[in-house]
């Protein structure tokens, strides 16, 4: 696909944001019982895009990836990088490239100096060569007794 656009999500875009983090999830190789306990923290909602700055990476249409910035539960300059996910059928073809170039971008531009996540075990080496460290394993809000690293990095 070319010209892929990033661009701030849209209302309408919910139900095909969920779709979209979902499958990507799925396809770290999660069985259906282990997406079951994560169906909520993966729902997309239009509340949800109002809530947290949610960009989308599109080309002819289609939603191919997506990634927000959470400033509600950090401190001033810092802000939680979440539901970061490229759809399995487009993955390693820079898309998650050019939504954390956007990202880190209306990042800086905003004041902020500080990402955090929680990351899918899957996720970390993508994260890490953005330049994020693991601080400590945190627990999941989805799955009891699970952990996952929680990573930052300063910009």
């Not at 059928?89 to 954390?100: A, N, P, T």
Request: glycine letters at 6%; proline letters at 4%; charged letters at 20%.
């Amino acid at each position: 696909m070319s010209d892929i656009k990033i661009r701030a999500a849209a209302e309408g875009d919910a139900a095909a944001l969920t779709t979209l983090v979902y499958h990507s999830k799925q396809s770290n190789g999660y069985d259906e019982a282990f997406m079951a306990q994560c169906v909520d923290a993966l729902r997309v909602t239009p509340l949800r895009l109002t809530q947290i700055e949610f960009l989308v990476a599109e080309a002819e249409g289609t939603l191919l990836g997506c990634a927000a910035l959470d400033r509600r539960n950090t401190e001033a300059a810092c802000a939680e990088v979440c539901l970061f996910f490229v759809s399995p059928d487009h993955k390693r073809r820079g898309i998650g490239q050019q939504l954390w170039s956007t990202l880190l971008a209306r990042a800086r531009a905003t004041g902020l100096t500080r990402l955090v996540l929680d990351a899918d075990p899957a996720a970390v080496p993508f994260y890490e060569g953005l330049g994020f460290v693991t601080l400590y394993q945190t627990p999941s809000s989805a799955i009891e007794g699970r952990t996952l690293p929680h990573m930052a990095r300063d910009i």
